[in-house]
């Protein structure tokens, strides 16, 4: 299931007859408050939201989305400033679309982006010292504090740390974790979300517990497993 949220009755009419020509089963609103009016708002598989909204701006509807569901988010939008891809990708958003757009672009980048999101993770638990991180439920907990992570900041900490005491470029961040053809911006979206995983983490960037810089490179991960055994 596909939800649009598009105040253009051409633009979104368009969308789900290319959509469901490809199969795919949409539900197509006009306003924010029209998709939180519908009892089924959070179980869609993906949202496509346009931007300038007559009631709420695709932004806080993203915000408030995040807080029901971790179902993926593509922007259409006719704003095609840096600024705006910055803001709408530092929220959570996993891919941006800049009005006009193709068809084939459009299904190609749908497909894209499912194809991430259902991407299976290795069901596992992982045991730090003072961090437990578990894929299935995707929840961390940190000294015995549960903490509170979006989607995005999960799939980033998981990441780094399946990949334990390796360098990791920007770069391969954001490949592995965005999916993006990267550039200056979305260089920058990693660091964003480095920055607030560690402040919810109560990381120490000058003495990380989890996460160190490795300046003009990217990040690695600095936590050794627990030893479990009894």
């Known amino acids: 299931m596909i939800h649009i949220v598009e105040d253009d009755i051409t633009i979104r009419e368009l969308l789900a007859a290319t959509l469901e020509a490809a199969g ?3 539900r197509a ?8 009016a519908h009892p089924d708002f959070a179980k869609a598989d993906l949202y496509l939201l346009d931007i300038m909204l007559p009631d709420m701006d695709g932004y806080k509807i993203l915000e408030k989305l995040k807080k029901s569901t971790d179902a993926p988010v593509i922007f259409l939008t006719a704003k095609g400033e840096e600024v705006d891809k910055a803001t709408g990708l530092s929220l959570g958003a996993d891919d941006y679309i800049a009005k006009p757009f193709g068809v084939l672009e459009l299904l190609a980048r749908v497909k894209a ?9 290795p069901q596992t638990v992982l045991e730090f010292e003072k961090l437990k991180i578990d894929s299935e439920s995707k929840t961390a907990v940190v000294d015995g504090r549960p903490v509170k ?12 740390a399946l990949n334990r005491k390796k360098v990791l470029s920007r770069e391969q961040i954001l490949s592995s974790v965005w999916g993006f053809d990267f550039d200056e911006v979305t260089t920058r979206t990693v660091d964003i979300h480095i920055k607030t995983l560690r402040q919810k983490l109560g990381d120490n960037a000058d003495e990380p517990l989890f996460i160190e810089t490795v300046r003009g490179y990217g990040y690695k991960f600095v936590c050794d497993l627990a030893d479990t055994d009894d």
């Open 24 to 26: 795919h089963t949409v």
């Open 149 to 160: 992570l979006t989607y995005k900041e999960f799939e980033l900490l998981m990441y780094l």
């Open 113 to 121: 982006v499912t194809r991430r999101y259902q991407k299976t993770h």
């Open 29 to 36: 609103f006009g306003s924010g408050g029209a998709l939180f």
